[in-house]
T-cell receptor
Framework: AQSVTQLDSHVSVSEGTPVLLRCNYSSSYSPSLFWYVQHPNKGLQLLLKYTSAATLVKGINGFEAEFKKSETSFHLTKPSAHMSDAAEYFC????????????FGTGTRLQVFP | DAGVIQSPRHEVTEMGQEVTLRCKPISGHNSLFWYRQTMMRGLELLIY????????DSGMPEDRFSAKMPNASFSTLKIQPSEPRDSAVYFC?????????????FGEGSRLTVL
């Protein structure tokens, strides 16, 4: 069965420093992987997606993620954090038997300090 | 485009009352998903429709929950009777086509509090 594990429930960084949000996946086949962001009291928004093309995926707002099959990881990074990046981030994998069903991780709350 | 529109944004009701949450999808999107988000259980898929037809309702917690999509521009999620443990934020999300594109567009959610 497909699953994702977000290794940190909370991450705190200072503005201008790099961001790393970690995600490991489990999949019986080559998965589609996504990162979504949720700002307070808002719905989720797609940041980026990997669908077996380039392993380094660029998303919105300067975020990117690298698919590493050997490590079963899909970590999200950003070179320099901005105050507006403070939000909840979800790593997501598509289901195996039904690719319409997305499986969400438990989320990582990113805090950005001035 | 106005995006996915959900109503009401906030609902406070008493145990035993009927609750109806509404969703207007983005025009042209033919898949619609209802999710529930709580601190304890995270984001759970309740049910989804494709071309107005329910495809998978295995996430609907109990018979008290029902969902309909009478046409391509409207869906409802109903809870009858409501219980305090139903308190959560309910999201509607839509996408174009099927096949796991993963590009879901979420509404801003309906926050339900059952007293």
């Amino acid at each position: 069965a497909q699953s994702v594990t977000q290794l940190d429930s909370h991450v705190s960084v200072s503005e201008g420093t790099p961001v790393l949000l970690r995600c490991n996946y489990s999949s019986s086949y080559s998965p589609s992987l996504f990162w979504y962001v949720q700002h307070p009291n808002k719905g989720l928004q797609l940041l980026l997606k990997y669908t077996s093309a380039a392993t380094l995926v660029k998303g919105i707002n300067g975020f990117e993620a690298e698919f590493k099959k050997s490590e079963t990881s899909f970590h999200l990074t950003k070179p320099s954090a901005h105050m507006s990046d403070a939000a909840e981030y979800f790593c997501v994998v598509s289901g195996s038997y039904n690719t319409d069903k997305l499986i969400f991780g438990t989320g990582t709350r990113l805090q950005v300090f001035p | 485009d106005a995006g996915v529109i959900q109503s009401p944004r906030h609902e406070v009701t008493e145990m035993g009352q009927e609750v109806t949450l509404r969703c207007k999808p983005i025009s042209g999107h033919n898949s619609l998903f209802w999710y529930r988000q709580t601190m304890m259980r995270g984001l759970e898929l309740l049910i989804y429709f494709n071309n107005n037809v329910p495809i998978d309702d295995s996430g609907m917690p109990e018979d008290r929950f029902s969902a309909k999509m009478p046409n391509a521009s409207f869906s409802t999620l109903k809870i009858q009777p409501s219980e305090p443990r139903d308190s959560a934020v309910y999201f509607c999300a839509t996408s174009v086509g099927t096949g796991g594109t993963g590009e879901l567009f979420f509404g801003e959610g309906s926050r339900l509090t059952v007293l």
